[in-house]
């Protein structure tokens, strides 16, 4: 755990570009709370669910929301066309010799099902609880349009910006999170920075503000086994064939052990590197009870795998989930039939210096094995993403654990995180800088679930700590520090 204590000048005349004001962007953002909040409600109003083809022409109107906003704020802007949908880029070049920021977000959004289980429709935003309660509200618009609040505030509040400002925001990032890292390479003197910044995370706890220094990667993964051409009766030909349920049944409980936790895939470990006692050390120093949290999930009790405790199970180790399965009759009343196909979508979170490439090669080899001349199987990719992990004492990340506490007055954690953001590490590879995971969220803010929501003081403390970064990249960190 990485606790950082530092009086932020108010104001700072940077070697290049203007003068930055931190206090008058703060007080600016204060000023605005309510547009801010009120911009962020209409942005969560459009339903842009990356995944279903029928709402792709609200994919494109989030990414436009976005366009108007960068381009009123003196952001040049291009449309990048992937294979889904599309990117944008945005850049405000203040002097060419100054350090660049470059800030990811990605305006798409998960589908919302199961809906019946949403309190308020999932399109239509409101404010309970000092939250906003919506699809998106965390994940990920409100994070980063609290970076475009913070930005915005520097701009027209706090004397303008004293470093270079680009952003690179995604539209495919919960349906296809390899469709920009396939456009980006073409793009790399566009993409040029000293350090990019992604708020896509979250903090343990709303007292501990924090910085994610490591992330897992993730390989995501489609079956499908056949058996006879079309369902058969049951009575006729039970007993008599290999059923595809059954099959699937016999593949998924060889492929993890349900005692240990740990993955039974041949050569899944061979490239995990061993933790160091002071990472478990600092991982052990975060906020966490296995009781606290089995409760507020509402479960009696977690998991975790031989030999590590729950978070580092979750956060360090690489783990197998079957995310989800259908097959047979699952019809309203009972028909009796053997089911001509099973499919299954299975995830493989992945840990530094694990490949995702490789590993879905050996899930395959692994999964035909089992099968072998009971069933056909097909399979399909549904993305991949390489782990990630920054030093704690860089620099830009030293940074950004200023820009955190000037933002939410309170001392910031450097911490892990078990989720997969696929933007990272080709990011990385391609502008050659450091990667600041700068997130604002919370762990009960319902990602990826019903009722998702996003506490308006995360909100606002976010857009302060993103004005804050900014500050400290100009004063503190200059052009050319990663190098």
């Known amino acids: 755990m990485v606790r950082s204590r530092v009086k932020n000048e108010p104001c700072v005349e940077s070697s290049r570009g203007a003068t930055m004001n931190l206090n008058a962007a703060f007080d600016y953002i204060r000023k605005n709370e309510k547009r801010y909040v009120d911009e962020l409600i209409q942005f969560l109003r459009i339903p842009s669910i990356s995944a279903h083809k029928d709402h792709d022409k609200d994919v494109a109107a989030a990414l436009e929301f976005d366009k108007k906003k960068l381009e009123s704020l003196g952001f040049k802007t291009e449309v990048w066309p992937t294979r889904a949908h599309a990117g944008l880029f945005a850049e405000r070049i203040v002097d060419p010799a100054a350090p660049t920021v470059l800030i990811y977000g990605h305006v798409d959004v998960q589908p919302v099902d199961p809906i019946e289980l949403w309190e308020n429709p999932p399109f239509e935003p409101r404010i309970k609880d000092g939250a906003i309660w919506a699809r998106g509200a965390d994940d990920n618009k409100g994070q980063h349009y609290a970076q475009i609040a913070g930005v915005e505030s520097v701009i027209q509040g706090g004397g303008g910006l004293p470093v270079n400002v680009k952003f690179i925001i995604e539209s495919d990032e919960e349906f296809d999170g390899e469709a920009m890292a396939e456009v980006a390479p073409k793009h790399k003197d566009k993409l040029r920075c000293d350090v990019f910044v992604v708020s896509d995370s979250s903090f343990p706890d709303v007292d501990h503000p924090a910085i994610t220094v490591s992330i897992r990667g993730i390989q995501a993964v489609e079956i499908t086994i056949r058996g006879p051409a079309v369902d058969k009766h049951s009575g006729e030909w039970g007993g008599m064939l290999y059923e595809p349920i059954d099959v699937l049944r016999w593949v998924l409980q060889d492929l993890k052990d349900f005692k240990t936790g740990r993955v039974l895939v041949p050569g899944f470990y061979d490239d995990v590197q061993e933790v160091s006692a002071e990472d478990r050390k600092a991982i052990g120093a975060r906020p966490w ?33 079957v995310n989800g399965v259908v097959g047979g009759y699952t019809g309203e009343g009972f028909k009796t039939v053997i089911g001509s196909w099973v499919r299954a979508k299975i995830s493989m979170r992945l840990v530094h210096n694990q490949d995702p490439g490789r590993i879905g090669q050996l899930f395959e080899r692994y999964v035909r094995e089992l099968v072998g001349d009971m069933g056909t199987v097909e399979f399909r990719s549904f993305g991949a993403g390489h782990p990630f992990r920054a ?65 308006i003081g995360c909100f606002l403390g976010g857009a302060r700590s993103a004005a804050a970064y900014l500050n400290e990249v100009s004063s503190r960190v200059g052009a050319g520090a990663r190098r």
């Not at 009870?289 to 729950?310: P, Y």
């Not at 696929?422 to 050659?432: F, N, R, S």
């Open 391 to 455: 030093e704690v004492s860089n620099p830009f990340v030293q940074a950004g654990l200023r820009a955190l506490e000037a933002g939410f007055e309170k001392p910031p954690i450097a911490i892990g995180q078990g989720g997969s953001i696929p933007i990272v590490a080709p990011l990385v590879q391609i502008t050659g800088a450091p990667c600041v995971l700068m997130g604002f969220g919370l762990p009960g803010d319902n990602l990826h679930a019903p009722n998702e929501h996003f506490p």
């Open 289 to 321: 009870n296995d009781a606290a949290q089995a409760r507020s999930i509402g479960v009696k009790r977690l998991f975790h795998e031989e030999g590590f405790s729950t978070l580092e199970s979750g956060t360090i180790r690489p783990t197998l989930q």
